[in-house]
């Protein structure tokens, strides 16, 4: 299975060079995000009596988590051309693992959003005050890494279970936009800013855990409680994620 998995990588990373376009496409409303939005809540935190560091160092995980939230989760209108296309069905009579060609993907996929993700952290330190330490960006591309796999996985499920273009864009914006408001990615949820009812809800948000262990990691606060939840909430996401993938993969490409 690794060696399948290998070829499908190879075969769309190969794709993804030849024709950059989309992975330019892909970062650039982080990037406005970056340079237009992230000055406001800047200085909107220097009102609350934090520094321009805290205030990046606060914003910039969040934007590489959006990166993976948006980035990952529409890679399956991909796989709804090549079914469209044909190329599901010719893959169906070839002995590659089922499994390996959502593994082959979804890898693909996640290593394309850490180079972007890479981008963003670079673009921070070089033109803002972020100020983070290597270990706590290398832990922080992990865990972006991770979270890539698992919307990865359920894109590719959720396309070949709707096989619409008209649907799973709908479907996509409907879950998309409350996880981005409830997980604190443009404005952090907390006790003191928000209503009780408001951060209890985002307290249910998996994703509300994964973009805290985000910038905890940024400010490199290694302790168990900053990262223990987070971290065991992307890590069960991914599994469960991939799981759902590969029965899809296999069902239908039995």
């Known amino acids: 299975m690794l060696h399948d998995t290998w070829l499908i990588f190879r075969r769309d990373m190969l794709a ?4 950059p376009t989309w992975l330019a496409i892909g970062i650039m409303q982080p990037l406005l995000y970056l340079f237009f ?6 200085k909107a935190l220097n009102a609350q009596g934090l520094s321009d560091v805290d205030g990046w160092m606060i914003f ?17 209108f991909g796989l709804l051309a090549e079914y469209r296309s044909g190329v599901v069905e010719r893959l169906r ?15 693909a996929n996640a290593l394309q959003t850490v180079v972007q993700a890479l981008l963003i952290i670079a673009l921070a330190y070089l033109v803002f005050d972020l100020n983070a330490p290597f270990s706590g960006v290398v832990l922080s591309l992990v ?8 919307l990865a996985s359920c894109s590719y499920a959720l396309a070949l279970t709707l096989k619409s273009e008209d649907a799973f864009p ?18 952090p949820i907390t006790a003191g800013s928000a209503p009780d009812w408001l951060y209890t809800i985002s307290r249910i948000n998996p994703f509300r855990h994964v973009v805290d262990v ?8 290694f302790s168990m409680d900053a990262l223990f939840t ?21 069902r239908e490409n039995a």
């Not at 995980?61 to 890679?75: E, H, K, R, T």
């Not at 985000?214 to 606060?221: A, I, K, L, P, V």
């Open 230 to 250: 987070g971290s065991v909430v992307v890590l069960v996401m991914a599994v469960l994620a991939i799981w759902w993938g590969s029965r899809t993969f296999q």
């Open 60 to 76: 910039t995980p969040a934007i590489i988590a959006q990166l993976a939230l948006f980035g990952s989760s529409f890679v399956g």
């Open 170 to 187: 709908a479907l996509l914006n409907a879950v998309l936009m409350p996880l981005l408001l409830l997980s604190g990615i443009l404005i």
């Open 37 to 42: 939005f992230g000055p406001l809540l800047v």
């Open 16 to 19: 993804a060079l030849r024709n």
């Open 214 to 221: 985000e910038r905890n990691s940024f400010r490199g606060d």
């Open 93 to 107: 009579v070839t002995p590659v693992s089922r499994v390996a060609l959502l593994l082959g993907k979804v890898l």
């Open 143 to 150: 865990i972006v890494f991770l979270l890539s796999v698992t």
